[in-house]
């Protein structure tokens, strides 16, 4: 993959991941699953929250490994289709069964749902919102084995981390984006941004409603005390004669 021949050759970023979809920015991306050996009713297929990324990806952004590994450049077009699920379709869906080695039939492609092995079980994430109540469960793929039917519906996002905080994240982006042109002059490179804003977009709403409320109580309290004096004005008035 071209994404890891530019992570190699770029010093400065000491760790990247690439994905699909990454969180919060509040696009979904589902897929239709069933674990294999197991019959359900066709309604009551779930849909887990789809996402295809690169080798470095949960490293990149610290997402806990739980159980067995994460994807490697060892996952290739040759081998066997890899998945890693979360925490919360583990529990749900596997709760009686060792999940590690445990093969998902996975409805990714036009054709029949597709056997893919799971190789490991990593901590949940917030992909959609900060508010939801329950973790969604979460399906992970590598670029290397998307299915020919999806390809070229599968856009790349690129996630960069360096834990020395002096640097800025426009001169990583910068030095990454010239390695990826090194590699393919050809790449198109926007949107360039911390992956802490999705954060801050994300936490917008809810500090506007905090924002209203507080002004709307700041105005009720100001009323109220505006009434309170003209209650006691008129109360305090001489009696008339």
């Known amino acids: 993959m071209r994404f890891s021949s530019a992570s190699r050759r770029c010093p400065a970023c000491p760790a990247t991941g690439a994905i699909t979809l990454p969180p919060l920015i509040g696009l979904f991306s589902r ?98 919102a900060l508010d939801g109540k329950e973790p969604t469960w979460d399906l992970y793929v590598t670029y290397p084995q998307i299915h020919a039917d999806t390809l070229a519906r599968r856009g790349v996002e690129h996630v960069l981390d360096d834990s020395d905080e002096r640097r800025s994240p426009g001169a990583l982006s910068t030095a990454f984006v010239r390695e990826m042109r090194r590699v393919d002059p050809d790449v198109v490179a926007s949107q360039i941004r911390p992956l802490d804003h ?20 700041a105005r009720g309290t100001g009323a109220g005390a505006d009434g309170d004096l003209r209650r006691h004005r008129v109360l305090g008035q001489p009696a008339r004669a």
């Open 31 to 128: 897929v239709p699953f069933t674990v294999e050996g197991r019959v359900i009713e066709r309604e009551r297929v779930p849909l887990a929250q789809f996402r295809t990324v690169s080798a470095g990806y949960f490293e990149a952004l610290r997402i806990p490994l739980k159980r067995g590994r994460t994807f490697s450049e060892r996952d290739t077009d040759r081998t066997q289709p890899a998945a890693i699920v979360n925490e919360a379709l583990a529990e749900r869906w596997l709760d009686d069964l060792d999940p590690i080695g445990a093969r998902l039939l996975v409805d990714d492609s036009d054709g029949p749902p597709r056997p893919i092995g799971i190789v490991g079980v990593v901590g949940n994430v917030q992909q959609i």
């Open 198 to 217: 999705n954060l801050i977009d994300a936490l917008a709403p809810r500090r506007f409603s905090v924002s209203l409320m507080a002004g709307f109580g």
